[in-house]
């Protein structure tokens, strides 16, 4: 009966200072809330070693279709071998225009010349979509890796990217995005690796990697 | 015509020597991928407090339901509002099993004893899915805040996670992944803030937040 009485005495304390404690927090967070009045696309990059970066901007290419925007999809790199996100998406030609410009990382093609060529025939690709106000969400998957060995220039990408339609998001994912990116971006996550399955001898499977 | 002759001179070194960088380092890549042949589920942790945690559960969700392979998701935390995901994976109820399970975020609530409720009901439904061969890929969205908070025991979702299918991969998102399951899991990002658009005053907006 004591042990009950105490347990109950416990537990009524520790849910008195929960919702104290998150009623603090509710204050700070709606504070924030209103503070944030700006509505604007908002130009977000996905960089770092870890995983997810590709698959977060393949997450927000459904929360806008969700919206019922029109988005459109160019992969700069990816692209020797069909991934589960472009068979997916391709069931949705009137919604989603999904156009996959490389041949494959830089250590396949092992071609300077053509990966620039290939680089630049993608971005005349993205600046149709970063042109037309009708797309609401612009995923540039890998542009980071094109920037990152100097296939494109950061500063004609950077200015296309300014000169898009005022409400247009923009997702640019790829490892070692330039600083020049990050700092015009809005909203910039480094998905750092804190361990991977791969390292631990298994392989790339379809729906995780692939 | 010197100029021109030099520029292509450079431009053939540069060639070669990216040539040679990316024949080293396909022989790294290749002799990894030759060295992970294991082929099971997986389990990945997405945490950390930068954006990108939840998008990156719903892009591998797209990326298995582009291999035909079945798929259950299970919000914990989020489901006051609809969100576009929601709204457009609810298209594919043969393929895609969603449940929401949260009323909002715990200082939203302010009832511990409620929200212990919800968690328990959340974790009951996603043993359903934890405990079903036909289901390929599993998101628990948001679980990480209900271990945070101990609104579930550890061990016991530890343990319903090791007795799954073989194959089946599981994606657990949220801020403040426990010890035990970052120990756990085979993959882990830590999504680190590096900046947000909100903190500059840019509301959450559908597509993006939403």
Redesign the interface.
């Known amino acids: 009966m004591t042990t009950e009485h105490n347990r109950s005495d416990n ?1 009524s304390g ?2 008195e200072r ?2 104290t404690r ?2 603090r ?2 204050a700070v ?1 709606d504070a ?2 209103a ?6 696309g ?1 130009l ?3 960089t ?1 070693n ?18 019922d ?1 029109q988005v459109g999809v160019v992969q700069f790199i990816k692209g020797a071998i069909p ?7 391709r069931r949705f030609p009137e919604q989603c225009e999904f156009y996959v410009m490389g041949e494959g ?9 053509r990966d620039i060529e290939k680089a630049e025939a993608a971005w005349a690709c993205a600046r149709e979509l970063l042109s037309d106000p009708s797309i ?2 612009v995923l540039l998957d890998e542009l980071n890796i094109a920037l990152k060995y100097h296939y494109l220039d950061v500063q004609t990408v950077l200015a296309d990217l300014r000169a898009r339609p005022a409400a247009q ?1 923009v997702v640019i994912t790829g490892r070692g995005a330039p600083p020049e990116l ?1 700092e015009a ?24 990697e ?1």
């Open positions: 537990d520790l849910n929960h919702r998150m009623q927090k509710k967070v924030k809330i503070a944030a009045t700006d509505v604007r908002v977000l990059v996905n770092g870890g995983k997810g970066k590709s698959s977060s901007g393949f997450g927000m290419v459904i929360r806008a279709m969700g919206h925007m991934t589960g996100e472009e068979r997916f998406l990382y830089t250590w396949e093609t092992q071609d300077r010349t609401g969400l998001h990050i971006a809005d909203t910039v996550t480094d998905m750092t690796l804190v361990k991977h399955a791969f390292s631990q001898g298994i392989q790339a499977q379809p729906g995780v692939l």
